[in-house]
């Protein structure tokens, strides 16, 4: 429990990557016609509302971890072209 | 900072999009709604965690990406595309200051970290000025600051929920986050940050007199916003950076409610909007400039939206006179021949491959199919004649020796 408490800053990749999962879906289901009409629209709904709540609950955890003293995780892209070592 | 804000645009996003469920119930764009509303959620979390300014900055464009087809929902109505056109253009300019400050972060700087660009100061004063103006146009233009401001009243044409999270609680802020996020680099720059000043003390002015006059209410919201807002770019160019911050997260907090119930307005209130204060009615010109608000709707039509739907009907114009005849269209072909109604082509490579294909036929009907007396019976014809006259020689003695003589000689 300890060390998934530990781990836990270095998810906060999943805050913005959570929506994005349901944006695939989503949209995969509109494309295959199996999203349409009002009987689809309380997955659609749901689906998206999870993954919004996925990620408030774990940005609530890595804020009380960082009251803590646990720093972040930071998202990083294009580490080439770091001048300073990338952490 | 970014845990604050992330935190908080998290609780916001959820809330909205469990308000926009019962909203948006049996609406024709329900399924595309919700995935342009999590495509933001995914954009603007990208911006406020992003460690460096090139992942910001895709996260930066997924904002816009999803503004525009949220502002654009109703797209069986033009005035919503037209408005949708309007806000996406006049962000593009923002966008060019930011991917400005990137190229220039990486050719001065070698990076894009935020750490590494908050420790700009070995770099020359001009290099930093240039540097952070680049940051602050794309601040100015995502947050609807003078002289970017007449696209936010115009983004109000997408659903309620959408507006209350785009423009009222969060992506408006993304320009004051990115201030703060290069508060350091800021610093190095006073008259950057004078400047700030300035565009924000106009924006509130422009928004206190616009919002004045205003009748309905997602009008007088989307103004009041704008007058908080240039609050705290003042607020930032005097160096109150704490003071922005928790201006922004309680603004955040208050407006997405405001906006959120502003459907149920004339229900909860049961009021009629106040008139114009009598100072500003008996000022004609005034009250003028903020009915028309200060004629910026039309600055920014002239000089953004204009020249890009000109380029775009010549680039259509371009494509209809030039690329369709070159490539054709599936479906539209014309008869080669008058004579030959089905074999049909369009584009130079149809015509092309059509006019091929004619020459083979034609080929292949005047030497095989032609009937008596075509070119290929005269020739088969002739050569037959030839292997008659030869034959007719062999079968004479003194030919027919010669050819067994000369049998014997090869053998030998």
Not at chain 1, 13 to 38: C, E, K, M, S
Not at chain 2, 111 to 136: C, H, M, P, Y
Not at chain 2, 268 to 282: C, G, K, V
């Amino acid at each position: 429990m300890m060390v998934l408490l530990e781990t836990l800053p270095n998810w906060i990749w999943l805050v913005p990557v959570l929506p994005l999962v349901a944006v695939v879906i989503n949209a995969a289901r509109v494309l295959l016609g199996t999203a349409t009409g009002d009987a689809a629209e309380p997955l659609t709904a749901r689906l998206s509302s999870l993954a919004a709540f996925g990620g408030l609950v774990l940005m609530i955890a890595i804020d009380a971890l960082a009251l803590i003293d646990a720093p972040p995780g930071h998202l990083r892209l294009a580490h080439s072209s770091c001048s300073t070592p990338c952490r | 900072m970014s845990l604050t804000l992330g935190t908080l645009t998290a609780l916001i996003g959820w809330l909205v999009i469990r308000f926009s469920a019962n909203y948006l119930h049996r609406e024709a764009g329900f399924h595309r709604f919700f995935i342009a509303l999590s495509f933001f959620l995914a954009g603007i979390q990208f911006v406020l965690l992003a460690g460096n300014g090139l992942l910001a900055f895709v996260g930066w464009e997924m904002c816009g990406v999803s503004s525009f087809l949220l502002i654009g929902y109703a797209w069986h109505r033009p005035v919503a595309t037209g408005n949708a056109l309007f806000a996406f253009v006049t962000n593009r300019g923002g966008d060019a200051g930011f991917l400005l400050a990137l190229g220039l972060a990486a050719t001065w700087l070698g990076g894009f970290e935020w750490t590494l660009l908050s420790k700009a100061s070995q770099i020359s004063v001009v290099n930093d000025r240039l540097l952070v103006i680049g940051f602050v146009i794309a601040a100015l233009a995502k947050s609807a600051q003078l002289p970017f401001s007449a696209w936010i009243t115009k983004s109000l044409e997408g659903p309620t929920p959408s507006s209350a999270i785009f423009y009222g609680a969060v992506m408006v802020h993304a320009g004051v986050y990115l201030m703060l996020r290069l508060e350091p680099l800021l610093l190095q720059v006073p008259d950057v940050m004078f400047g700030l000043v300035v565009a924000g003390v106009l924006t509130a002015i422009y928004a206190w007199l616009c919002g004045l006059v205003q009748t309905d209410v997602k009008s007088a919201l989307i103004f009041a916003t704008l007058f908080q807002v240039s609050l705290m770019f003042v607020a930032i160019g005097l160096g109150w950076t704490t003071l922005a911050l928790v201006h922004l997260c309680l603004h955040a907090g208050w407006r997405v409610w405001q906006f959120l119930v502003a459907p149920s307005w004339l229900v909860i209130t049961r009021e009629r909007p106040p008139p114009p204060p009598a100072w500003l009615r008996h000022n004609q010109l005034l009250y003028t400039a903020a009915l028309q608000r200060f004629w910026l709707d039309k600055l920014a039509d002239a000089l953004f939206v204009q020249p890009t739907a000109s380029f775009s009907r010549d680039a259509h114009a371009f494509e209809a006179h030039f690329i369709d005849h070159a490539i054709g269209q599936p479906g539209q072909g014309k008869a080669v021949h008058a004579d030959r109604p089905l074999v049909v082509a369009d584009g130079l490579l149809g015509r092309l491959l059509a006019s091929a294909s004619d020459v083979l036929q034609r080929i292949e009907y005047r030497l095989l199919l032609r009937g008596k007396g075509g070119t290929a019976e005269k020739l088969m014809h002739r050569a037959g004649a030839y292997l008659r006259t030869l034959e007719n020689l062999l079968e004479q003695p003194r030919y027919l020796m010669m050819a067994v003589m000369a049998t014997f000689v090869v053998i030998l």
